[in-house]
């Protein structure tokens, strides 16, 4: 089964995150910011699948930071942005611009699924 | 009937500051001009009504001064320091004729005609009448007391600027009413705006929440077989506050969209 990199500012959601994929036999690496995912580096790098928040708080480095610091460390997994922001923000039209795909919070646990297994199977 | 819309501030500062011209131009035109007709012609019922005039404007000044601003207040105060000058050029013309000397009384109409028409603050109605009046006062000197004005081609060239001063209140009144219009219509834009915004930022407020109590309930299921109605009617909520996540998204889009 895959490897998943989370990071998300909000703890709750990560944990939770984490937590359901432990239910399906997922193993996770929780991050909560660009500096956490840099210190778990080869864990992170490890993983197949990076969930990335896009905007990772004001004033700190966000999951776009996150995403060009994993192609400059060569990650070779899949590469997913989740927002919860509908308003258009300069994070998040920066993050349309790479062409990574971007799903919309609250994302479905089948969607998750679907997700990780794709990755297993990949 | 419908409420005509209340006015807003830079309507009722350029309301009151046409109102403060006049009146500063007839206190002080008409001193001056009492200065001058009482050396010119000694003391008559003209420098008195010049003089009347002085204390009227000065009237019309303070109750602009005084009372809160206000359209209706400047209306007020602008008719109070107008309309004395159909009776002070009345006054003028007879004045004039019963000594037979010669003023040409014709350009003091038509710069009055002018002045109100340039000046007057709101509704055009009662300077439109005031306008009009001074022409008919105009031709009835003429041609019922027989006063017979210097300049050739008077009192017509009096009424051809009446007609110009009445056009030129309609033209201000239309513009005053576009320019009222399109400052409503740019609120309303920037209300719906700040509306559609908000919802947006709700929607964006209550996103992630939902989606920690959304993976919690398929946590819930999962873990606790036992507990599948408590699990089911998380997941029934879940779906409620999705639904109004997407009518709150719709909303403020039809807002950005709304017709003004």
Same mark, same amino acid.
């Given at each position: 089964m895959p490897r998943i990199l989370i990071c998300d500012d909000d703890p709750d959601i990560a944990e939770v995150m984490g937590e359901f994929f432990q239910d399906h036999g997922i193993d996770s690496v929780i991050t909560h910011s660009f500096d956490e995912v840099v210190a778990h580096r080869p864990e992170a790098l490890s993983?197949?699948? +990076? $969930? !990335?928040?896009?905007n990772l708080g004001f004033g700190q480095p966000s999951g776009v930071d996150v995403f060009r610091w994993l192609q400059r460390e060569q990650f070779a997994g899949t590469v997913v942005f989740l927002?919860?922001?509908?308003?258009?923000? +300069? $994070? !998040?039209?920066?993050?349309?611009m790479l062409g990574v795909p971007i799903l919309s919070k609250p994302i479905e646990g089948e969607t998750l699924l679907r997700l990780a297994s794709a990755e297993a199977s990949a | 009937?419908?409420?005509?819309?209340?006015?807003?501030?830079?309507?009722?500062?350029?309301?009151?500051?046409?109102?403060?011209?006049?009146?500063?131009?007839a206190l002080a035109g008409q001193a001056a001009l009492a200065v001058v007709d009482s050396r010119s012609i000694g003391w008559s019922a003209l420098v008195a009504a010049r003089l009347g005039h002085v204390g009227i404007?000065?009237?019309?000044?303070a109750l602009l001064w005084l009372r809160p601003p206000s359209i209706r207040a400047a209306e007020v105060s602008f008719a109070l320091a107008v309309i004395p000058f159909q009776l002070v050029l009345l006054v003028s013309e007879l004045e004039f004729y019963a000594r037979g000397d010669v003023r040409d009384h014709g350009s003091w109409y038509q710069l009055t005609m002018l002045g109100i028409a340039t000046l007057a603050p709101a509704d055009p109605m009662l300077p439109a009448f005031l306008v009009v009046m001074l022409g008919v006062q105009r031709v009835l000197l003429r041609f019922l007391l027989g006063v017979v004005p210097l300049a050739p081609g008077e009192p017509w060239l009096t009424l051809i600027f009446a007609v110009v001063a009445v056009g030129m209140l309609v033209s201000r009144a239309r513009r005053r009413e576009f320019v009222a219009n399109a400052a409503r219509v740019a609120a309303h834009a920037a209300a719906l705006e700040r509306v559609a915004r908000l919802l947006l930022l709700v929607r964006d407020r209550a996103n992630s929440p939902l989606q920690t109590v959304a993976l919690g309930a398929a946590i819930v299921k999962r873990r606790c077989p036992d507990q599948q109605r408590v699990a089911a009617a998380m997941d029934r909520a879940v779906h409620r506050l999705r639904k109004l996540s997407k009518a709150l998204q719709r909303a403020s889009r039809s807002f950005e969209r709304a017709p003004l």
């Amino acid at each position: 089964m895959p490897r998943i990199l989370i990071c998300d500012d909000d703890p709750d959601i990560a944990e939770v995150m984490g937590e359901f994929f432990q239910d399906h036999g997922i193993d996770s690496v929780i991050t909560h910011s660009f500096d956490e995912v840099v210190a778990h580096r080869p864990e992170a790098l490890s993983c197949s699948l +990076a $969930i !990335l928040d896009v905007n990772l708080g004001f004033g700190q480095p966000s999951g776009v930071d996150v995403f060009r610091w994993l192609q400059r460390e060569q990650f070779a997994g899949t590469v997913v942005f989740l927002t919860g922001h509908a308003v258009t923000s +300069a $994070i !998040l039209e920066g993050a349309r611009m790479l062409g990574v795909p971007i799903l919309s919070k609250p994302i479905e646990g089948e969607t998750l699924l679907r997700l990780a297994s794709a990755e297993a199977s990949a | 009937m419908t409420r005509a819309p209340a006015a807003t501030a830079p309507e009722i500062i350029e309301a009151r500051r046409g109102a403060a011209t006049a009146a500063i131009i007839a206190l002080a035109g008409q001193a001056a001009l009492a200065v001058v007709d009482s050396r010119s012609i000694g003391w008559s019922a003209l420098v008195a009504a010049r003089l009347g005039h002085v204390g009227i404007a000065a009237i019309a000044l303070a109750l602009l001064w005084l009372r809160p601003p206000s359209i209706r207040a400047a209306e007020v105060s602008f008719a109070l320091a107008v309309i004395p000058f159909q009776l002070v050029l009345l006054v003028s013309e007879l004045e004039f004729y019963a000594r037979g000397d010669v003023r040409d009384h014709g350009s003091w109409y038509q710069l009055t005609m002018l002045g109100i028409a340039t000046l007057a603050p709101a509704d055009p109605m009662l300077p439109a009448f005031l306008v009009v009046m001074l022409g008919v006062q105009r031709v009835l000197l003429r041609f019922l007391l027989g006063v017979v004005p210097l300049a050739p081609g008077e009192p017509w060239l009096t009424l051809i600027f009446a007609v110009v001063a009445v056009g030129m209140l309609v033209s201000r009144a239309r513009r005053r009413e576009f320019v009222a219009n399109a400052a409503r219509v740019a609120a309303h834009a920037a209300a719906l705006e700040r509306v559609a915004r908000l919802l947006l930022l709700v929607r964006d407020r209550a996103n992630s929440p939902l989606q920690t109590v959304a993976l919690g309930a398929a946590i819930v299921k999962r873990r606790c077989p036992d507990q599948q109605r408590v699990a089911a009617a998380m997941d029934r909520a879940v779906h409620r506050l999705r639904k109004l996540s997407k009518a709150l998204q719709r909303a403020s889009r039809s807002f950005e969209r709304a017709p003004l």
